[in-house]
């Protein structure tokens, strides 16, 4: 099993490019989130899906697009980016994290807006 | 609303000391799920413990350990012995069992272990 997955590692963007953050797991968990990780903060979520065709807004959702469209994938777009994007980005997946399953994360991708 | 607080930002100790890692949360719901993540300098978040908010029994592994109060809203993580490889950022985590939201995190422990 890979786990959980991300690409890209690293990205560079300018102010007001778009981009998409890929995310995969193949541990046919119906659960998975979109974190960012900013010092001092800790991890907020930014959105979250309970299953293919469904997907929730989390604490930092302004800015960010998601869709669920198969179990295994669960992209986030940047629509325009601003440099308070800067950040690391990490997915996760879960069994049933509401049951107290652990999250397995993928290792994040860090980007860096100018 | 739920609330994770990890007052201590930075902890420095010397190798062989011991070291607790303090976490408050809060929370509504009387079923909930604690959480404690290590995050290495490399980046990766590794899951550690899991506790269930009707199991206040505290757990040891190996030299790591888990006090969990319900009393005080409390589930403090203590490093016996600690080495080197112990550096890191420590998350503790919340979960409630009547949410399919996912964690909440406190903000870290950034802990450094001197040689």
């Known amino acids: 099993n890979a786990g959980v997955t991300q690409t890209p590692k690293f990205q560079v963007l300018k102010t007001g490019q778009s981009m998409t953050l890929q995310c995969a797991q193949d541990m046919n968990h119906e659960y998975m989130s979109w974190y960012r990780q900013d010092p001092g903060m800790g991890l907020r979520l930014i959105h979250y899906?309970?299953?293919?065709?469904?997907?929730d807004q989390g604490e930092v959702p302004n800015g960010y697009n998601v869709s669920r469209s198969t179990t295994e994938d669960f992209p986030l777009r940047l629509l325009s980016a601003a440099p308070s994007q800067t950040s690391v980005y990490f997915c996760a997946s879960s069994y049933a994290p509401n049951l107290g399953y652990e999250q397995y994360f993928g290792p994040g991708t860090r980007l860096t807006v100018t | 609303a739920q609330k994770v607080t990890q007052a201590q930002t930075e902890i420095s100790v010397v190798e062989k000391e011991d070291v607790t890692l303090d976490c408050v949360y809060e929370?509504?719901?009387?079923?909930?799920?604690l959480f404690w993540y290590k995050q290495p300098p490399s980046g990766e978040l590794v899951f550690l413990i899991r506790?269930?908010?009707?199991?206040?029994q505290n757990e040891i592994s190996g030299r790591y350990s888990w006090n969990f109060q319900k009393s005080t809203s409390s589930f403090n993580f203590t490093i016996t012995a600690s080495q080197v490889v112990d550096s890191a950022v420590y998350f503790c985590a919340l979960s409630a069992a009547g949410s399919a939201r996912q964690l909440t995190f406190g903000s870290g422990t950034q802990l450094t272990v001197l040689p």
């Open positions: 899906s309970v299953g293919a065709g469904i997907t």
């Open positions: 506790r269930n908010s009707f199991d206040e």
């Open positions: 929370t509504r719901d009387t079923t909930y799920y």
